[in-house]
T-cell receptor, first 115, second 114 residues
Framework: GQQLNQSPQSMFIQEGEDVSMNCTSS?????WLWYKQDPGEGPVLLIA?????ELTSNGRLTAQFGITRKDSFLNISASIPSDVGIYFC???????????????FGTGTRLQVTL | DAMVIQNPRYQVTQFGKPVTLSCSQT?????MYWYQQKSSQAPKLLFH???????NEADTPDNFQSRRPNTSFCFLDIRSPGLGDAAMYLC?????????????FGSGTQLSVL
């Protein structure tokens, strides 16, 4: 089956630094979603991407849908302590009308921010 | 306000004692999913309902069952929990469309098996 590889697996950064993480696949996806998960909570949707090459921002977060459709990138600018958490990418391939489309999740990037 | 609500937030059960987790949604979404997430891992899809149609993942154990009595509610039943079933269980919903479909998660139920 498809696998989504996220890198880095974890990162320690200082408050104020910019962060970049990416997600790559051996298969083509038609939708990319980025989620953040805090400890003991469910994933919260950050950004959704629907077109190859699309660049979308949500506050300090910017994500891009790779041209090849096999990758996506998430950038966080000027990180703050509340950015701590696990970031998951998730990809979806088109499915037939009348069926639910299922997400393939990445392996996650654990972000820790130090003061 | 929470749109996908899971109860309880924490559930402790005994080995082999049936347990039911619940999920409700105010989004009127036609698809509801149940995921299992173990520590430091990505969520793993167990099954989903597309309207009333139940769709099981091939590798979901028979020990896991689900019910969806109406659009708003969905239940996860674990018939005989084992120690390996201790995990966070996440409910998610979406509205199935051809484009721009998004998945929204609840806060999860953390299940402990003693």
């Amino acid at each position: 089956g498809q696998q989504l590889n996220q890198s880095p697996q974890s990162m320690f950064i200082q408050e104020g630094e910019d962060v970049s993480m990416n997600c790559t696949s051996s298969s083509i996806f038609n939708t990319w979603l980025w989620y953040k998960q805090d400890p003991g909570e469910g994933p919260v949707l950050l950004i959704a991407l629907y077109k190859a090459g699309e660049l979308t921002s949500n506050g300090r977060l910017t994500a891009q849908f790779g041209i090849t459709r096999k990758d996506s990138f998430l950038n966080i600018s000027a990180s703050i302590p509340s950015d701590v958490g696990i970031y998951f990418c998730a990809g979806r391939q088109n499915t037939e009308t009348g069926t639910a489309s299922k997400l393939t999740f990445g392996t996650g990037t654990r972000l820790q921010v130090t003061l | 306000d929470a749109m996908v609500i899971q109860n309880p937030r924490y559930q402790v059960t005994q080995f082999g004692k049936p347990v039911t987790l619940s999920c409700s949604q105010t989004l009127n979404h036609n698809v509801m999913y149940w995921y299992q997430q173990k520590s430091s891992q990505a969520p793993k899809l167990l099954f989903h309902y597309y309207d009333k149609d139940f769709n099981n993942e091939a590798d979901t154990p028979d020990n896991f069952q689900s019910r969806r009595p109406n659009t708003s509610f969905c239940f996860l039943d674990i018939r005989s929990p084992g120690l390996g079933d201790a995990a966070m269980y996440l409910c998610a919903t979406s509205r199935r469309t051809a484009t721009n479909e998004k998945l929204f998660f609840g806060s999860g139920t953390q299940l402990s098996v003693l």
